[in-house]
């Protein structure tokens, strides 16, 4: 009974409009007084729920993304890896997802990887003759990269919450990311096969070719030094943020002259902003469950669990249903943070390994962020391209089949994920 009303009270609040934070931290205040506790354990909550050197890391990938972003890196990365697979059937397709991935691999915020490629992307695309509605799909799609491959702002959180190794995350995030660019380009390079309106891009020259991958190179080589930096334990996840962050800086301001003195401010106004909405849900969410602990509520839906599925294949499924119908209504960090501390202990307690969990999760919400009403990447594309929220809805379908897909590869050759991690 508790569950059904802990449940109902936060729909109500959710679906009446109050924030997610505000609605997670009144709802547990509201828990805790009535079960007679001391509300100091709220000012106890809001201190310990932000006081983690991990999460030092968010405000600093949100700054290095958004420096990247206001330095127009998108156009540098678009240009010069079109410039070697434009000629190909799809290839402009193929050049947006494998910037998606880039910048993914920099950024770790798929709003900013959506919004960076895109503005590039659209226009070029549509005047090859790739459909709007296609086009659109493939870029808040690809946009959703940015929480899967590393550095992933949500493994970050999954790693805290969860106590798993957000070195052994990051790793475990590129296999998955990898399996759905190459889905995603399959797909690109049927549509271009079967679309009576693409038109093919000329082969480009080789000078032009050579100045487009020079002025990217900073930028690709930035990746590198992170992504290799932390597996190689040279820094933490957490150094990596500030290094990538001063390197972002320096490349755009010194190195490319692409960053103005507004366009810093702008990205630094833009972090805080972020960092302030993200660190306010956190806090919610770490009242909230403190309080759904005490309240003996994940004890209770680890019964339904129990009895509506008792295997790992059960209990996935039933996973997958829940994030699907709440994704709906909630984006992707709220998910995770109001999700994990209920479902963890059922899956240690079915013996699923908690680093593939952790792709299932994310993969998962990566769907949440293309799905009406609520879905980020929509409105992000919808803005950027000047269009119709339809519009990018019908583009999007292909691609959550291609997700589910990818869901069901995993599930199917766990290797996938665990192969990398397990070897480095």
Known sequence: ??????????????????????????????????????????????????????????PLFLLMSNILLKGGVGRDLFEAVQSWVGH???????????????????SGSSVATAATVATVAVPEMTARGYG??????LLAAGGTLG?????????????????????????????????????????????????RAYVPSEKVDA?????????????????????????TGIFTPTEASAVGAVFAFLITAFLLRSLTREGFVAAVRETVSTTIVLFLIVIGAKIFGKAVTLYQVPAQISQLFDTGAQTATGFLVIV????????????????????????????LALGIDPIWFAMYFVILIE????????????????????????EVVRGVLPFIGLMFLSIYLLWQFPVIVTFIPSNL
Request: with cysteine; aromatic share 8%; charged share 5%.
């Open 1 to 58: 009974m508790t569950l059904v009303v802990v449940v109902l009270a936060l729909l109500i609040l959710l679906f009446v409009g109050l924030p997610v934070a505000f609605a997670l931290a009144g709802l547990g205040t509201l828990m805790l007084y009535l079960k007679g506790l001391p509300l100091v354990m709220v000012a106890q909550n809001l201190h310990g729920a932000v006081d983690n050197f991990i999460l030092l890391s968010v």
């Open 88 to 106: 190909w059937p799809g290839g402009l397709g193929i050049a947006a997802l494998a910037s998606c991935g880039i910048f993914s691999a920099i």
């Open 132 to 137: 709007r509605s296609f086009t659109l799909g």
């Open 147 to 195: 929480i899967l491959i590393p550095p992933s702002i949500p493994l970050i959180v999954y790693g805290v919450i969860t106590e798993e190794s957000i070195g052994k995350l990051f790793l475990a995030g590129i296999g998955p990311g990898i399996l759905l660019l190459i889905l995603f380009g399959i797909f690109c390079i049927a549509y271009s096969r079967f679309s």
């Open 207 to 231: 000078t032009r070719r050579r100045h487009a991958t020079i002025r990217a190179l900073p930028t690709a080589g930035l990746a590198v030094l992170m992504i290799g930096g932390i597996y």
């Open 320 to 347: 997958g249903l829940i994030l699907l119908f709440i994704g709906l209504f909630l984006e992707s960090l709220s998910m995770l943070l109001i999700m994990m501390p209920v479902l963890f202990p059922t899956v």
């Open 367 to 390: 769907v949440a962020l293309i799905t009406p009403p609520v879905g980020l990447n929509l409105f992000v594309i919808q803005a950027v391209a000047r269009s119709t929220l339809g």
